[in-house]
């Protein structure tokens, strides 16, 4: 079975752009969760997606948006990109909300 | 808000010997999960323990939840330069929230 997959794995941006990045979770999971992982900060939750519906947010700006879609398949977009928003982003999947993750391998980003 | 502490932060070690790594929190945990993560790679799960005072093994890795269900560690017998990585442990603190990370505990296991 194919694992969680995550497009772009690198990308570079610079202030002020947006960017989209790509998850596609394991066959069969609903549920998809993004996360934020910086070095200080360790990981921080985004979003969760069940069946196409935002079920929970985690503490960041509007900024910070998502989606989900009837494949399962899901999108975030970070807009207007600030320097602190450099990290790597990683995306999991899980057959229901919260249950044991399946991480994919996340996206670098970096902003300049 | 909820917090997990995890300790040591760092921790280097010849190969052969022994480790604990720790996660604590204020607060009880629902269920918790043990994650090792490696350079470029997104975390992989290890373990979930969910009762008080379960003890659970994989291979060399021992890991306990506490009795009480806000601390659990982890114990690595014999290490070997493959254990290298960052250990980190997410507990859910009720049903249907996100999981909290704690920001790990990065290993070095030197041959």
């Known amino acids: 079975k194919a694992g969680v997959t995550q497009t772009p794995r690198y990308l570079i941006k610079t202030r002020g752009q947006q960017v989209t990045l790509s998850c596609s979770p394991i066959?069969?999971?609903?549920?998809v969760s993004w996360y934020q992982q910086t070095p200080g900060q360790g990981l921080q939750f985004l979003f969760e997606?069940?069946?196409?519906?935002?079920?929970n947010k985690g503490n960041f700006p509007g900024r910070f948006s998502g989606r989900q879609f009837s494949n399962s398949r899901s999108e975030m977009n970070v807009s207007t990109l600030e320097l602190g928003d450099s990290a790597l982003y990683l995306c999991?999947?899980?057959?229901?909300?919260?249950?044991?993750?399946?991480f994919g391998p996340g996206t670098r980003l970096t902003v300049l | 808000t909820q917090l997990l502490e995890q300790s040591p932060q760092f921790l280097s070690i010849q190969e052969g010997e022994n480790l604990t790594v720790y996660c604590n929190s204020s607060?009880?945990?629902?269920?918790l999960q043990w994650y090792r993560q490696e350079p470029g790679e997104g975390p992989v799960l290890l373990v979930t323990?969910?009762?008080?005072?379960e003890v659970k093994k994989l291979k060399r890795l021992t890991f306990q939840f506490g009795d009480a269900r806000k601390d659990s560690s982890l114990h690595i017998t014999a290490a070997q330069p493959g254990d290298t990585g960052l250990y980190l442990c997410?507990?859910?603190?009720?049903?249907?929230?996100?999981?909290?990370f704690g920001k790990g505990t990065r290993l070095s296991v030197i041959a």
């Open positions: 999991a999947s899980s057959w229901e909300i919260y249950n044991e993750q399946f």
């Open positions: 066959s069969g999971h609903r549920s």
């Open positions: 997606y069940f069946s196409e519906t935002q079920r």
């Open positions: 323990v969910v009762t008080g005072g």
């Open positions: 997410a507990g859910v603190f009720r049903g249907n929230t996100p999981l909290v």
């Open positions: 607060s009880v945990f629902s269920s």
